[in-house]
């Protein structure tokens, strides 16, 4: 019973390794504390300078914690999308490099646990810099602006975003020999989904849409063009807005609704997100399975094996 329950609960051996390796000197402590350091103060600087320039004096108003929140949510979600692909851009092809990915594919591990191993290891470090920020954003409790709900729907956001531009980035190491190259590409796709996304929505809308409901006469539309769904900024200005309870058009064919009511676009980026990384992470399991053997699941000779592994401890 107690090998059933150890297999059942078994950590993937790349991540728990990983994990291992990155963990055990003060790297990361020392990357953990100064990034959190630096976040306090920019925050207190924000709040201060907001302070300052409404006019209010030293009183802090509403505007002022909304404000403040805004600018703590865009800079977690900039280093998201600044180091996210960067962490997993080699992740494969590295292994690659250093000629010690077929070591680790000669071994009784699915291809599958591999890729999600590779993929959660490498973004250990984003995943943990997002959850010791908390009671930094903690600090927007003291007011009671914004609540426990919005916290969780903003932490949400950056880890589905996290992983979303992980796989990107372990889908183009899987694919391409080379780190440099992965990396360079990556960030190109990653450029499309954020500016190339905006750019084709205000062209259509103003060489397209436009000019139709000028010339019948109707009314401008005020929904968002289905392509910017799948911009993640757009998903995070949407979920800003509908937080502090304002919208508008931010650019033509781009409607950031809030309240309760309208288009909610974060919602609809977070579904198509988790199934555009779906999606990539199965190809990439697939490019490193040429033998076409189980992604996932182990065959029941290597059960066998593990199974007399344990019985022999």
Request: glycine share 8%; hydrophobic share 50%.
């Amino acid at each position: 019973m107690v090998n059933i329950m150890k297999r059942k609960f078994r950590i993937n051996p790349v991540l728990l390794k990983e994990l291992k390796v990155k963990m055990r000197g003060k790297k990361a402590v020392f990357l953990i504390g100064c990034y959190n350091l630096a976040l306090t103060l920019l925050t207190l600087f924000i709040m201060k300078t907001t302070m300052m320039n409404g006019g209010y004096g030293s009183r802090i108003t509403a505007q002022n914690i909304f404000g403040t929140y805004a600018f703590m949510a865009v800079m977690q979600f900039g280093l998201i999308t600044l180091i996210a692909p960067a962490l997993t851009a080699g992740a494969i092809s590295g292994e690659r490099e250093k000629q010690t990915l077929d070591i680790l594919m000669s071994t009784t591990m699915r291809h599958g646990s591999i890729i999600i191993g590779k993929l959660f290891a490498s973004l250990s470090h984003i995943i943990l810099l997002i959850v010791s920020s908390v009671p930094i954003f903690s600090i927007i409790f003291l007011y009671g602006v914004i609540g426990t709900k919005e916290l969780l729907q903003i932490f949400l956001f950056y880890i589905v975003t996290a992983i979303t531009l992980g796989s990107i980035g372990l889908f183009m190491s899987t694919f391409i020999k080379k780190s440099t190259a992965s990396n360079v590409l990556s960030y190109a796709v990653i450029l499309f989904l954020y500016l190339g996304t905006l750019f084709i929505t205000i062209f259509y809308e103003q060489t397209v849409v436009m000019p139709r409901y000028i010339a019948t006469g109707m009314a401008y539309p005020t929904n968002t063009f289905w392509l910017m769904y799948c911009n993640p900024a757009a998903g995070l200005m949407s979920l800003l807005s509908t937080q502090i309870g304002q919208g508008g058009a931010m650019f033509p064919g781009v409607y950031i609704s809030g309240g309760q009511s309208g288009t909610q676009i974060w919602i609809i980026n977070i579904i198509i997100s988790l199934v555009l990384s779906a999606v990539l992470l199965f190809f990439s399991a697939l490019k490193l399975n040429p033998a076409g053997r189980k992604l996932f699941r182990k065959n029941r000779d290597m059960e066998i094996i593990d199974r007399f592994l344990e019985d022999d401890k």
